[in-house]
């Protein structure tokens, strides 16, 4: 089973963008999703995570209102879209997928350690 991000690239400040996360095997419908990101020379950060049903979204405070999560059961593809791009948004995100109940807490939903299952990475580069 392997996670496979796409969708990235250069764009300017205020653009818009939407990734996709497709799964290759049946473990994407077992439990709940996630995007984080990772820009140089810093940890790895939470972005936004997605139930299994869809029907629960969590977003970081520093996103929520500009990106939104959501996903294809039936196609196995999760989405970031990616609206009002800033400079700081520039990082390499990363889909992330868990048979943890993620709705049980914060800490839990946001640790990269509740995640099994990584894709490769995605650069998204936001230009001023």
């Known amino acids: 089973v392997q996670l496979q991000a796409s969708g990235g690239g250069l764009v300017q400040a205020g653009d818009s963008l939407r990734l996709a996360c497709a799964s290759s095997?049946?473990?994407?419908?077992?439990?709940?999703m996630a995007w984080f990101r990772q820009a140089p020379g810093r940890e790895r950060a939470f972005v936004a995570a997605?139930?299994?049903?869809?029907?629960?979204?969590y977003y970081a405070g520093s996103v929520k209102g500009r990106f939104t999560i959501s996903r294809d059961n039936a196609k196995n593809i999760m989405y970031l879209q990616m609206n009002s791009l800033k400079p700081e948004d520039t990082a390499v995100y990363y889909c992330?997928?868990?048979?943890?109940?993620?709705?049980?807490?914060?800490?839990?939903?946001?640790?990269?350690?509740?995640?099994?299952?990584w894709g490769q990475g995605t650069l998204v580069t936001v230009s001023s």
């Open positions: 095997g049946d473990s994407f419908n077992r439990g709940g």
């Open positions: 992330a997928a868990t048979e943890t109940t993620i709705t049980l807490s914060l800490r839990i939903r946001t640790t990269p350690n509740t995640y099994y299952l």
């Open positions: 997605i139930t299994w049903s869809g029907a629960n979204t």
